[in-house]
């Protein structure tokens, strides 16, 4: 009677140390299963950041190939007016042809400006128009010299020039279906021009090509050209934006 006794409960130890063992590897397995579901899921999150990164890179790589273009449309602009600077530099040498020369020289410089501004993206207007004309005005003027009306076309050149390197907001208005509206505007050199209202209802950008103002859909451009009035405005630190850029044209 003892053996069995001593058997059954030797039979009971080894069943509750079977089951022991069981609900551990079962307890095991079920932490490796959930360490592969996260795991599983860490790749997929990381998958999907792969993919917003390749396609983000795809579109600044656009960007850059348009700039590409448009600083080698710009760069043979700048050529065109060393190698007039060049031409200007040998004429000095004879003060007899300058004197003769500067005065017509100056007025086709001030045409060609005006004509340049017209036809270029029209940001600041009023400014630049205005500045022309006092180039216009100070040519006419007998007590002025030479040399001062030539610094003064030269220098409005220089403003000019400076603008394609820089970066701005300031506020205005536009003409948006026969309804004037006040606006903030955003330049980006001379690649973009963008406007915003304060309300942030309608923003909008100048198609250079088409010549013309075109309103951007909100949920692409709303909150970038937002950052890059705040950036231009100097509210927030210099950041990388997504801006529309118009299709470079190449030169003639």
Not at 63 to 92: A, P, T, W
Not at 203 to 229: C, H, M, S, Y
Request: net charge positive; with cysteine; aromatic share 6%.
């Amino acid at each position: 009677m003892k053996h069995i006794v001593l058997l059954l409960c030797l039979g009971l130890a080894t069943t509750a140390w079977s089951q022991s063992k069981v609900d551990q590897l079962t307890a095991k397995e079920k932490a490796r299963i959930e360490e592969g579901q996260k795991a599983q899921k860490k790749i997929e999150k990381i998958d999907d950041q792969a993919a917003d990164l390749l396609s983000d890179y795809k579109t600044e790589l656009k960007v850059v190939e348009g700039l590409k273009v448009y600083n080698q449309l710009l760069q043979k602009q700048l050529n065109n007016q060393m190698k007039e600077m060049d031409n200007l530099r040998e004429s000095i040498r004879n003060v007899s042809v300058i004197e003769r020369q500067i005065v017509p020289l100056m007025i086709r410089m001030v045409d060609a400006l005006e004509d340049f501004i017209a036809l270029d993206v029209p940001f600041l207007m009023e400014e630049r128009t205005k500045r022309v004309k006092r180039l216009r005005e100070i040519l006419e003027r007998a007590d002025v010299t030479n040399a001062e009306k030539f610094r003064r076309v030269i220098e409005a050149y220089q403003i000019e020039n400076d603008y394609g390197r820089t970066l701005e907001t300031y506020k205005g208005s536009i003409d948006n279906n026969g309804k004037t509206l006040e606006v903030e505007f955003l330049r980006v050199g001379r690649v973009v021009l963008a406007y915003q209202t304060s309300s942030g209802d309608l923003t909008g950008a100048w198609d250079q090509e088409n010549r013309k103002w075109v309103e951007l859909p909100p949920a692409e451009f709303k909150k970038a050209i937002r950052k890059g009035l705040e950036i231009a405005s100097k509210q927030t630190a210099p950041d990388l934006i997504v801006l529309p850029v118009s299709a470079p044209r190449s030169a003639k």
